[in-house]
């Protein structure tokens, strides 16, 4: 059966693209039913137009509290049934309500490796701290700030020349791969949550750059 998906998006939209490639070529068997964003002039909102998505922009200006607004659109969310809530460059941090709704099936994808560089600006801050490394990763959503149970990381190379600009690029090309995979991981059930460790069945762990092996992408 296939894998009903709601994304949420505040930006140009890259990784929502990447994941609507990933389901048109048959790798992922998946539909986005609804994207959402909380910026009208989101790049998601057009990516998701233009292959036939409902898309919606939810004006948060129009509620009093953060709260309110997650509220709303967690009741819009409920409507779609969605067996996954992907967010993709979702820019602003849940309440707790949001999360209680669908904890479990939320996931993010964070450019660090987490648990360094949460928050905002991963990518300069990676660079200003003197990092070594830095990388990407998909993790389940809790109500910590990019602190939840880790699916997939990769790890990214910081080269003395790079600027927040040509890391986010390289880390980028790392999102487009890790995320697909681990939706698709997710939709064929393979993901099991221990506590606060995700094993993903069968995968191949203990290698670099990915970890777990890529597969799929
Ligand atoms: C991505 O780099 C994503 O990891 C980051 O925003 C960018 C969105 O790009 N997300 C966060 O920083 C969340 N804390 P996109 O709109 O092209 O997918």
């Not at 009903?4 to 068997?29: E, F, M, T, Y």
């Not at 040509?166 to 791969?177: F, G, N």
């Amino acid at each position: 059966m296939s894998c009903n998906i709601v994304v949420l998006a505040s930006g140009r939209g890259s990784n929502l693209k990447a994941i609507i490639d990933a389901i048109n070529k048959g790798k992922i068997d998946a539909k986005i039913s609804l994207v959402i964003s909380d910026k009208k002039s989101s790049g998601a909102l057009e990516i998701a137009k233009q292959n036939n998505i409902q898309a919606k922009f939810f004006d948060p200006a129009f509620f009093e509290t953060r709260r309110g607004y997650d509220i709303y659109i967690a009741e819009r969310i409920k409507k779609e049934n969605p067996d996954l809530v992907v967010l993709a460059g979702y820019m602003r941090i849940l309440s707790d309500e949001f999360i209680d709704a669908f904890e479990g099936k939320l996931l993010n994808i964070h450019p660090s490796l987490i648990p360094s560089f949460q928050g905002l600006k991963a990518q300069k801050q990676a660079i200003e701290f003197g990092a070594k490394f830095s990388g990407a990763t998909v993790h389940f959503v809790n109500k910590e700030l990019d602190n939840g149970p880790v699916i997939i990381q990769a790890v990214v190379p910081i080269t003395l020349e790079d600027t927040p600009e040509t890391l986010s690029e390289k880390i980028l090309k790392w999102e487009h791969r890790i995320y697909p995979q681990a939706i698709k991981w997710f939709c064929e059930g393979r993901i099991k949550l221990e506590g606060r460790k995700v094993i993903v069945e069968n995968a191949k762990y203990g290698e670099l750059p990915v970890n777990p092996a890529l597969e799929d992408f």
